[in-house]
Nanobody, 117 residues
Framework: VQLQASGGGLVQAGGSLRLSCAAS????????MGWYRQAPGKQRELVAV?????????NIADSVKGRFTISRDNAKNTVYLQMNSLKPEDTAVYYC??????????WGQGTLVTVSS
């Protein structure tokens, strides 16, 4: 599975960005897709993940609840992250990830989001 993320950039605090992650390859064993982020000097952390099917649960970090929304288009093998009311502390490299039910993960190349105050 290959992941191609896009949509990062520079935005002022309070603004919005939409990240996209397109997956290619066999998605048969992929059960979750989502986003993680890593700020300078910090560990990578979960932002939001969504299940492949509607029967699973979406997991969203408390720090972004109410501001970020994750969605999937399975027909396009694409996951989106709509980010509203951005804050300077949201500044990070955002990574797309796909979780294989057999216990391993695929990662995209990362896209930088910079929120200025």
């Amino acid at each position: 599975v290959q992941l191609q993320a896009s949509g990062g950039g520079l935005v002022q605090a309070g603004g919005s960005l939409r990240l996209s992650c397109a997956a290619s390859g066999s998605m048969y064993n992929i059960n979750f897709m989502g986003w993680y982020r890593q700020a300078p000097g910090k560990q990578r952390e979960l932002v939001a993940v969504a299940p492949k099917t509607s029967g699973g649960s979406t997991n969203i970090a408390d720090s972004v609840k109410g501001r970020f929304t994750i969605s999937r288009d399975n027909a396009k093998n694409t996951v989106y992250l709509q980010m509203n009311s951005l804050k300077p502390e949201d500044t990070a490299v955002y990574y797309c990830a796909a979780h294989d039910m057999r216990g391993y993960d695929y990662w995209g190349q990362g896209t930088l989001v910079t929120v200025s105050s």
